[in-house]
């Protein structure tokens, strides 16, 4: 049974930084493409950043140069470093896995397999 479990969220203030934390169980955690994304109440549910197999990474426009995603394949982890965090990015972060061996890209169709969510808040 895969299993994704979040943690590090919280609330800070605008400028701060948080780094997100996703324990992965049950897969073959380096074999996948792997992400973040993000729900702000009221809103839907939007892409942050992925992370292929190999290393390579894409991040939306309101992250970049902010974020930072990034995996450690001996610790089964996928981390999300967030700088310079702004209000806007308030929101409960869902880390994510494709549940097949499908090209990386930030498109929430391809993920089949979801943590619980981390509520981040930045406030100003």
């Known amino acids: 049974q895969v299993r994704l479990v979040e943690s590090g969220g919280g609330s800070v203030q605008s400028g701060g930084s948080l780094r997100l934390s996703c324990a992965a169980s049950?897969?073959?955690?380096?074999?996948?493409?792997m992400g973040w994304f993000r729900q702000a109440a009221g809103k839907e549910r939007e892409g942050v950043a992925i992370?292929?197999?190999?290393?390579?990474?894409t991040y939306v426009d309101p992250v970049k140069g902010r974020f930072t995603i990034s995996r450690d394949n001996a610790k089964n982890t996928l981390y999300l470093q967030m700088n310079s965090l702004k209000p806007e990015d308030t929101a409960t972060y869902y880390c994510?896995?494709?549940?097949?061996?499908?090209?990386?890209?930030?498109?929430?169709?391809?993920?089949?397999?979801w943590g619980q969510g981390t509520q981040v808040t930045v406030s100003s």
């Open positions: 994510t896995t494709r549940r097949d061996f499908g090209d990386c890209f930030i498109r929430e169709a391809d993920f089949g397999f």
């Open positions: 049950g897969i073959t955690y380096s074999a996948y493409c």
């Open positions: 992370i292929d197999i190999k290393g390579l990474t």
